[in-house]
């Protein structure tokens, strides 16, 4: 599958602006309210596809505490120094300016349902007659024994976006030549499968650049298997030699503690002392918001109909991204980018008598392994037995050329581009 930005963007349009079918006459005298909260790939995605598909017909409001958008795609790019901070950091400005989106810094801390309304950190109540919930991941800070949120500065995560991301980038770039960096990667499911792999990558090629290519990174995983497994191994032995290890559960045994202080790391079979720095990535689940609406048991992720995006406790709620149990769709920035879409076209029908059209989703992942060498995986999807289920697949192969590996990289800088066009206008 070969995207770029006028695909992506044409692609993931709704059936009825795909077909340039106008938004129809809103029922009733006043506008219907939809309150988006979260400003990511689903979150904004689906405020711009409200507001621009209905042509002002619908009043929507973004609720997002934070001034600016750090993306998590792409930040493993910033890691391996091949784009700057700034280069990932986006704004809403243009998004409120461009299609009248009400932006509301602050946070969302209760979701009535019963009054159909948003209650937020300012004391303020935001009606709603649709509701689309897109937090993304809490972090399960007791799932690692000894680690904790206190424990997160001197054992990042880089799961969230900001000064988490800036502090892992700190710590790769003290590491001296033969230090040791330990990750522990995250139990299924959770952010970017693909993620914690992309990211050892980044890490090695950082290294190697800087003349570290004595330094080793060794992965220790509680799964048995992780995503794009076979083309990983083959580009970390062709590209960095023996500087990635990963190691499974079989071999390690468990995660039996970590120590902050001292940067130990315990396993079944071996205990890794002084490393240079330690990278936990833990277990996930949805965001607060989510949990404690009652859209998500606790610890969990938010069931949803795979038709339409809704909330199956919630008919007024749409829950999109990381925060949904998507079925064979990963917790993806594109997928959250295709999810809304979806939504918004579901909910323009809803409220505005506009056309609607049987839900298709897209997705795909690139990796960047090395200089212009990059793999992917994705597929189609479509609602079938009660979830959201693959139509088709694709995955990169050990052995790929040069030549189609680069092409790779240039669809992934290109896709980036057209998502966050497609987020923020």
Same mark, same amino acid.
């Given at each position: 599958?070969?995207?770029?930005?006028?695909?992506?963007?044409?692609?993931?349009?709704?059936?009825?602006?795909?077909?340039?079918?106008?938004?129809?006459?809103?029922?009733?005298?006043?506008?219907?309210?939809?309150?988006?909260?979260?400003?990511?790939?689903?979150?904004?995605?689906?405020?711009?596809?409200?507001?621009?598909?209905?042509?002002?017909?619908?009043?929507?409001?973004?609720?997002?505490?934070?001034?600016?958008?750090?993306?998590?795609?792409?930040?493993?790019?910033?890691?391996?120094?091949?784009?700057?901070?700034?280069?990932?950091? &986006?704004? *809403?400005?243009?998004?409120?300016?461009? &299609?009248?989106?009400?932006?509301?810094?602050?946070?969302?801390?209760?979701?009535?349902?019963?009054?159909?309304?948003?209650?937020?950190?300012?004391?303020?109540?935001?009606?709603?007659?649709?509701?689309?919930?897109?937090?993304?991941?809490?972090?399960?800070?007791?799932?690692?024994?000894?680690?904790?949120?206190?424990?997160?500065?001197?054992?990042?995560?880089?799961?969230?976006?900001?000064?988490?991301?800036?502090?892992?980038?700190?710590?790769?770039?003290?590491?001296?030549?033969?230090?040791?960096?330990?990750?522990?990667?995250?139990?299924?499911?959770?952010?970017?499968?693909?993620?914690?792999?992309?990211?050892?990558?980044?890490?090695? &090629?950082?290294?190697?650049?800087?003349?570290?290519?004595?330094?080793?990174?060794?992965?220790?995983?509680?799964?048995?298997?992780?995503?794009?497994?076979?083309?990983?191994?083959?580009?970390?032995?062709?590209?960095?030699?023996?500087?990635?290890?990963?190691?499974?559960?079989?071999?390690?045994?468990?995660?039996?503690?970590?120590?902050?202080?001292?940067?130990?790391?315990?396993?079944?079979?071996?205990? *890794?002392?002084?490393?240079?720095?330690?990278?936990?990535?833990?277990?996930?689940?949805?965001?607060?918001?989510?949990?404690?609406?009652?859209?998500?048991?606790?610890?969990?992720?938010?069931?949803?109909?795979?038709?339409?995006?809704?909330?199956?406790?919630?008919? &007024?709620?749409?829950?999109?991204?990381?925060?949904?149990?998507?079925?064979?769709?990963?917790?993806?920035?594109?997928?959250?980018?295709?999810?809304?879409?979806?939504?918004?076209?579901?909910?323009?029908?809803?409220?505005?008598?506009?056309?609607?059209?049987?839900?298709?989703?897209?997705?795909?992942?690139?990796?960047?392994?090395?200089?212009?060498?990059?793999?992917?995986?994705?597929?189609? *999807?479509?609602?079938?037995?009660?979830?959201?289920?693959?139509?088709?697949?694709?995955?990169?192969?050990?052995?790929?050329?040069?030549?189609?590996?680069?092409?790779?990289?240039?669809?992934?800088?290109?896709?980036?581009?057209?998502?966050?066009?497609?987020?923020?206008?």
């Amino acid at each position: 599958m070969k995207i770029n930005r006028r695909a992506f963007t044409l692609s993931g349009l709704s059936a009825a602006a795909a077909l340039g079918l106008g938004a129809p006459a809103v029922l009733g005298q006043a506008k219907p309210r939809v309150v988006v909260i979260g400003g990511g790939a689903g979150g904004a995605t689906a405020a711009r596809y409200l507001a621009k598909d209905s042509q002002g017909a619908i009043a929507v409001t973004l609720v997002e505490e934070n001034e600016t958008y750090q993306t998590c795609f792409h930040s493993n790019l910033y890691l391996g120094g091949f784009k700057t901070y700034d280069e990932i950091v &986006h704004r *809403y400005d243009a998004l409120a300016k461009a &299609h009248g989106i009400a932006v509301v810094r602050a946070r969302a801390t209760q979701i009535d349902r019963d009054k159909k309304e948003v209650v937020l950190s300012t004391g303020q109540r935001l009606p709603y007659d649709r509701l689309v919930v897109s937090p993304g991941i809490d972090l399960k800070y007791d799932s690692v024994p000894g680690w904790s949120k206190e424990a997160e500065e001197a054992m990042p995560h880089g799961w969230k976006p900001g000064r988490q991301t800036q502090l892992i980038k700190e710590r790769l770039d003290a590491v001296p030549n033969g230090g040791l960096i330990v990750m522990i990667a995250p139990p299924n499911p959770f952010r970017c499968p693909p993620g914690p792999y992309e990211r050892a990558s980044m890490f090695a &090629h950082a290294l190697k650049k800087a003349g570290k290519a004595d330094a080793k990174i060794i992965i220790l995983d509680p799964k048995e298997a992780f995503s794009k497994q076979g083309v990983f191994q083959a580009d970390w032995e062709k590209r960095y030699g023996g500087m990635i290890e990963w190691l499974g559960p079989k071999v390690h045994d468990g995660i039996k503690s970590v120590d902050p202080k001292t940067n130990t790391v315990v396993t079944g079979f071996e205990t *890794y002392k002084d490393c240079a720095f330690v990278n936990v990535i833990p277990a996930q689940m949805a965001g607060e918001i989510a949990r404690s609406a009652g859209l998500a048991p606790a610890g969990g992720y938010c069931a949803i109909d795979p038709a339409t995006m809704k909330s199956a406790v919630d008919a &007024h709620i749409f829950v999109l991204g990381d925060a949904c149990i998507a079925g064979d769709m990963p917790k993806s920035a594109f997928s959250a980018n295709s999810q809304a879409k979806i939504a918004a076209m579901v909910i323009r029908g809803e409220v505005t008598g506009a056309r609607t059209f049987p839900a298709r989703y897209v997705n795909t992942c690139w990796s960047l392994v090395d200089t212009d060498d990059t793999i992917k995986v994705g597929g189609r *999807y479509e609602p079938k037995d009660g979830k959201i289920t693959a139509t088709e697949t694709f995955v990169s192969q050990p052995g790929e050329s040069d030549a189609l590996r680069k092409d790779n990289q240039a669809e992934n800088l290109g896709w980036y581009a057209a998502i966050t066009a497609d987020m923020f206008g």
